[in-house]
């Protein structure tokens, strides 16, 4: 039997613990670290997404600000507003909540946000920065990741990593981290020969592909470390992971939930983001 890895209420210590330094770095620089999210058009996931950022900064004493615009946004509207918002100086981490309607550039909406306020780490320029190790932000997912196996004491060093899942938001990065971190990385993706004879080399697995309980328990070297981070919703309307927890959790020897998992340690790096941006504003 596995042990669960309580992300909920790791996530909840780490903000205890960003909330500390937000204040003492007010009471220092007279600075309040500030997020502004955009949201365009009323798709109802990210409108959740985006009431929980906002919940998330304030209770952490964060400004936050929510800007909602219309579906039938234009371009130049979009980078009217982000260009307001890099020039505001409460706002140091800037947001715009994905995906956004048909019709508006996706990535030219990433490259407007400056990189130093960019704290979902999509920018181009902190995507390289990740690359070469030398890095203000992480992408939230991944570092939240990291931030778990930490807490675990797992040490990643010289063990077999495997991440399935090759996004640039989750499973690039990802590799990169653990990369980082010394472990040996496989990445696989919807193309790779025998999915299972690569995830039963695992020490540590982390799966990120979007199908509602794919990988089973047969495809787990017994004592890995299984990092769950999809989030399906099913026909029932419960979410599940990526990984079949009934048939995992007892070979694994920790594993994460999902719900509860990796889920709520995403915000929470978002605020670690927040927080280094507006320290980085003041040198
Ligand atoms: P994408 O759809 O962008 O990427 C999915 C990846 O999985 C692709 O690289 C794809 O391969 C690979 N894949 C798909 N099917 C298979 C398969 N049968 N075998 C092996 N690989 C496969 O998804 P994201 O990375 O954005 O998200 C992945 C999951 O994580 C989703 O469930 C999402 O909801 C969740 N998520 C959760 C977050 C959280 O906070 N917990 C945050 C972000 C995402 P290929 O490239 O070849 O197509």
Excluded: W
Aim: charged letters at 25%; hydrophobic letters at 45%; glycine letters at 10%.
């Amino acid at each position: 039997m596995a042990k669960l890895i309580d992300g909920k209420g790791i996530a909840a210590e780490v903000r205890a613990d960003i909330k500390k330094r937000a204040a003492e770095f007010a009471a220092e620089t007279g600075v309040t670290p500030g997020l502004a999210v955009i949201i365009v058009g009323d798709n109802p996931a990210s409108q959740v997404y985006v009431r929980n950022k906002k919940k998330a900064c304030e209770d952490v004493g964060f400004y936050s600000e929510v800007i909602e615009m219309s579906g039938d946004t234009t371009m130049p509207e979009l980078l009217g507003k982000i260009e307001e918002l890099k020039n505001d100086s409460r706002v140091h981490g800037i947001l715009v909540q994905l995906p956004l309607p048909k019709g508006l550039d996706e990535d030219a909406v990433i490259a407007a946000i400056p990189p130093e306020k960019d704290v979902d780490a999509f920018h181009v320029v902190n995507t390289g920065r990740i690359m070469l190790g030398d890095f203000d932000f992480l992408p939230c997912t991944p570092a939240g990741v990291m931030k778990l196996l930490e807490h675990e004491g797992v040490d990643v060093s010289g063990k077999e990593c495997v991440v399935v899942g090759r996004s640039n938001i989750v499973g690039k990065p990802q590799a990169m981290l653990l990369l980082h971190a010394n472990g040996t990385v496989t990445i696989c993706h919807s193309r790779t020969k025998d999915l299972a004879e690569v995830t039963r080399r695992a020490d540590i697995l982390v799966v990120a592909i979007g199908k509602a309980d794919f990988i089973t328990g047969d495809m787990i070297k017994p004592g890995a470390v299984v990092i769950d981070v999809g989030m399906n919703r099913r026909e029932d309307g419960k979410l599940t992971g990526d990984v079949d927890f009934a048939t995992a959790e007892p070979v694994a020897s920790l594993i994460t939930p999902v719900p509860g998992g990796v889920g709520p340690m995403t915000i929470t790096m978002l605020l670690e983001n927040t927080l280094t941006a507006a320290k980085r504003s003041v040198k």
